[in-house]
């Protein structure tokens, strides 16, 4: 498994960074899009999207791909905070599909505090 940055855009004065999650096979596995600190708004990275193939869940991509996360921010980001606002239209509808997501969030080291029945916060602290 292999991680690196693939795209960046600057958009509405944020810096939005992709990185993709390959496998040895050159094939994409997955991909988290984040949004650069900052400091005049607290200094901290944003998690606005995280994606796994099909194909490849449950087999360490999103795990993966916010380790990597973690090390850009340690070495990158002066060690800023990450944050995740985790919402699932599934559990707005009823069902359990919310405890999944911030069960991901939680094995990962971030903190998660539930807003809503269908929407979570998580933050990972250094």
Known sequence: MR?????REEKNSSVYVVIKCFAENGEEMGWLMYRE???????????????????YRR?????ALISHLKELSRAVHNRADICV???SLE???????LSCLTSFYQKNDFKVEKISR???MGRFKF
């Open 59 to 63: 087999r360490g991509v999103g795990s």
């Open 118 to 120: 269908s929407e979570a």
């Open 91 to 97: 559990a707005a509808q009823g069902h359990t599909r």
């Open 3 to 7: 991680v690196k940055e693939t795209g």
């Open 37 to 55: 600190p900052d400091p005049a708004a607290g200094g901290v990275l944003h998690i606005e999207l995280i994606v796994t193939s099909p194909r």
């Open 85 to 87: 606002y985790i919402s």
